[in-house]
């Protein structure tokens, strides 16, 4: 049931990214609290199971460039709240996957734009790591 959450919060994320290039945090508080009560009422009934490798992975990968301005900062939390509910191996096949979709997005449709938007590329891998692979 998580899985449907996350697919369709990141959904909503991607046409407010697509269309404004920004997500306002008033959704992402939404989103963060929607995952905390998914965690704890259907989860392993403890109100938080974190994978901290998952976190420090986010971290050490976006926070260079959310400071250089590679990354929005929508980005980056979005990054974060999703590092709160896969695993390690997950969230590294979500980044494999969404840096691939970005940069062949990027190429063909993007190429002489400044900015680009990146959460349709984390929606693409996060379904094809929950389903496809």
Excluded: H
Aim: net charge positive.
């Amino acid at each position: 049931m998580i899985e449907f959450i996350l697919v369709s919060f990141l959904f909503m994320f991607s046409i407010v990214d697509y269309k404004r290039m920004k997500v306002p945090n008033w959704m992402l508080l939404v989103f963060l609290l929607v995952i905390f009560v998914c965690l704890y009422t259907y989860g392993k009934k403890e109100p938080i199971t974190l994978d901290i490798n998952s976190l420090l992975l986010i971290c050490c990968l976006t926070l260079p460039g959310l400071y250089c301005s590679v990354f929005g900062a929508s980005d980056v939390k979005i990054l974060l709240i999703i590092a709160l509910i896969l695993s390690f191996t997950q969230m590294l096949n979500v980044l494999l996957y969404s840096f691939i979709c970005f940069v062949v997005y990027w190429s063909l449709f993007a190429r002489g734009q400044k900015e680009a938007p990146f959460v349709p590329s984390i929606l693409v891998g996060v379904v094809v790591t929950l389903w496809v692979v």
